[in-house]
């Protein structure tokens, strides 16, 4: 069954407000029509044959990519699903031989692009509500249209950015030697958590609008401090940044910038930070070990607006006239009975 095509211009009609948009207009599934490229036409047993895709595996890789299981009977899948099963088929035969491998492949790009996604929705939807009055449901669709193109462009691009810029990184490291950690995904890093002191108790006195403008700003001013400061985001949750560096020193200088920059937003609590430094295991985007625990149990105990390091960002900071470090009392915190650390503060403070 085959979808209308989407129409060539505005119909008539106004939308009073953005939230009262009744998408059931759209029939037909135009506007899965327009995202996906193409029609609803296969069920899974259909796209199996078609590409010759284990059964198994085909339901395996679908759920890691974060979909739900399918009805046998339901017409879900496209053309482009097709292809895409193809690539599979072929990147199965000469790439990614291995069965775990593939869906581990399949985690990382849900994980990563389920959030774009939501972000990209959310976007198109405050880019129609500022045509209220002026388009249809099915004219919102098609604005929508006009923009995915150019969002994917953009995201490729970006995307092959980050990929010479870790691959630069790999490079740098097996340079150096480092070919057995990096093959087996595990680097030392610099692991630093930034925190907002106070968010909960701030947005119960902020309206909805006020709470996006604090999250616009530290979404603004944390990406712009670390990118400088030659680190990486690894991922924002609420109130509360993860970043990691190759080096301890550039991890010190982001925290502090952090801090500074954060001083003069008026919108925006202060931070409390907390740096670790050693092997990180990285995987699927995202870093785990003890470094990572232990740089988020300093950051709690951190006071506001200060910033607080281990032991191993301490050894190779001392000699830094960058940098004072003060020893602070051993702090007990959960998992860590004697966790030992330092205050870190800019050698020209006063």
Not at 188 to 196: N, R, W
């Amino acid at each position: 069954m085959t979808a209308e095509p989407p129409a060539t211009g505005p119909e008539a009609g106004s939308l009073p407000d953005p939230a009262s948009i009744d998408w059931s207009e759209l029939e037909g599934g135009v506007l899965d029509e327009i995202i996906l490229g193409a029609p609803r036409e296969f069920t899974r047993d259909e796209l199996v044959e078609a590409t010759g895709l284990d059964p198994d595996e085909s339901g395996r890789l679908w759920r890691a990519l974060g979909f739900p299981e399918t009805d046998p009977d339901a017409r879900v899948f496209t053309r482009a699903d097709i292809a895409a099963a193809r690539k599979v088929i072929a990147l199965s035969r000469d790439r990614l031989p291995r069965t775990e491998a593939r869906e581990a492949v399949a985690r990382a790009i849900a994980q990563s692009l389920s959030r774009l996604a939501e972000w990209q929705i959310g976007m198109l939807a405050q880019m129609a509500a500022e045509h209220v009055g002026e388009l249809t449901p099915r004219a919102a669709a098609e604005l929508a249209a006009e923009v995915l193109p150019e969002l994917e462009d953009l995201q490729a691009y970006v995307w092959r950015r980050h990929l010479a810029a870790t691959a630069a990184r790999w490079t740098a490291g097996a340079q150096r030697g480092d070919v057995v950690h990096i093959a087996a995904d595990t680097w030392p890093l610099s692991v630093g958590f930034a925190d907002m002191v106070g968010f909960t108790r701030t947005t119960r006195r902020r309206s909805m609008d006020e709470l996006g403008e604090m999250i616009e700003r530290f979404g603004s001013v944390t990406n712009e401090v670390i990118a400088n400061g030659r680190g990486r985001i690894i991922k924002t949750v609420g109130d509360e940044v993860l970043f990691v560096t190759e080096h301890p020193a550039d991890a010190a200088v982001i925290a502090l910038g952090l801090r500074d920059r954060v001083r003069t937003e008026p919108s925006l609590p202060p931070l409390r930070i907390g740096l670790a430094h050693g092997m990180v295991l990285s995987r699927y985007g995202d870093v785990y070990g003890e470094v990572v625990n232990v740089a988020a149990r300093l950051t709690p105990e951190a006071r506001p607006d200060t910033v607080l390091v281990d032991q191993e960002i301490h050894e190779a900071l001392r000699d830094d006239p960058r940098f004072e470090l003060r020893r602070i009392a051993t702090l007990h915190t959960r998992g860590y009975s004697h966790l030992r650390a330092w205050a870190l503060r800019g050698s020209r403070e006063r």
